[in-house]
């Protein structure tokens, strides 16, 4: 029976295991570790999953956590990207919901709630989630002129206090 | 014979599905970090000390199933390892969070290749029971314990 018990060793030699691993994994990754937890973007910019065919569709530029209570304050609208059920759990006030997987049915009636001329900033789940950028260019590619994409995203602006809803409404 | 079967069976299948999970995640630590952030249990920077360092203990933990070295000390840490994603699945499923488990694509999958809290959580005790079956029917003459 003692056999199928672990022994002191072997609890001592999980321990270095999970300590070694640690080291090796902090080695080779110090750089995002260190600037997540300076309060730095690990991410410089994110790569968007698909690529505009057509060269008059801009890319939606990055702004950080600093740069978004100005420009909610210049009245920029904020839209979130992610699935509507992470959205009705908690989302940063004032936004309204548009998920990337939904776009094709809901983007007619985006349309006519939000004016093409509408200043937009857009969010998903950060660390370097496309799903903003992505339906950045969408919008783009939509006529929307003025889309930027808050890369920090949710877990930074609930992580710095920023003021969270829960339900449907924006 | 028939318990030195199931001792490699499992030794052989969690040192594949743990290598496997181990380098996706490894490669893509930002991709990761999103997929341990859509689970909403962490602060923002130790999401990305999660993405950092797990993935390495996951290809540690395999690699030395595979070799049939350490064996013990290696399902010890998958068994802890695993019972943490369990919490965590369990979490989401208590939430309501219908988000892909993030298991085998760090950047998370939409449609057919997501994977549902519910069947990550299947699939999880699944493995749980190689962890147990590997660690039980551990033949006592293997290399590690004949260097006692």
């Known amino acids: 029976m003692n056999n199928y018990l672990p022994r002191s060793r072997d609890l001592l030699e999980a321990l270095v295991l999970i300590l070694v691993a640690l080291a090796a994994g902090l080695s080779l990754n110090y750089q995002l570790v260190f600037k997540s937890f300076a309060g730095l973007n690990p991410v410089v910019v994110a790569q968007p999953t698909v690529t505009a065919s057509d060269d008059s569709v801009g890319f939606p530029e990055p702004v950080d956590f600093e740069d978004l209570e100005r420009l909610l304050n210049r009245g920029y609208l904020l839209i979130d990207a992610r699935a509507h059920q992470a959205y009705r759990n908690l989302h940063l006030s004032g936004a309204l919901s548009l998920p990337l997987g939904e776009v094709d049915t809901q983007l007619a009636d985006f349309k006519t709630k939000v004016p093409l001329n509408t200043p937009l900033i857009l969010y998903c789940n950060g660390f370097g989630c496309p799903d903003s950028f992505d339906l950045g260019m969408r919008l783009l590619a939509e006529g929307y002129t003025r889309v930027l994409v808050y890369e920090g995203g949710f877990p930074e602006w609930r992580d710095r206090g920023g003021m969270l809803k829960s339900g449907d409404a924006p | 014979m028939m318990k030195k079967f199931f001792y490699h069976g499992c030794r052989l299948l969690l040192a594949g599905v743990f290598l496997y999970a181990g380098y996706l995640k490894g490669v893509d630590p930002v991709a990761f970090a999103g997929q341990v952030a859509a689970y909403d249990l962490l602060p923002?920077?130790?999401?990305?000390?999660?993405?950092?360092?797990?993935?390495?203990?996951?290809?540690?933990c395999g690699a030395l199933?595979?070799?049939?070295?350490?064996?013990?000390?290696?399902?010890?840490?998958?068994?802890?390892?695993?019972?943490?994603?369990?919490?965590?699945?369990t979490s989401l499923l208590a939430r309501g969070l219908e988000i892909d488990c993030g298991c085998f694509h760090?950047?998370?999958?939409?449609?057919?290749?997501?994977?549902?809290?519910?069947?990550a959580l299947l699939r999880d005790l699944g493995l749980m029971l190689a962890i147990l079956g590997a660690w039980w029917f551990k033949p006592v003459n293997t290399p590690e314990v004949a260097d006692d």
């Open chain 2, 44 to 60: 923002y920077a130790f999401n990305y000390l999660v993405a950092a360092t797990l993935p390495f203990v996951e290809l540690l």
């Open chain 2, 65 to 89: 199933l595979l070799i049939n070295r350490r064996v013990k000390p290696a399902l010890l840490v998958l068994f802890a390892l695993n019972g943490v994603f369990i919490l965590a699945l």
């Open chain 2, 106 to 119: 760090p950047g998370g999958a939409e449609g057919d290749a997501a994977t549902s809290p519910q069947l």
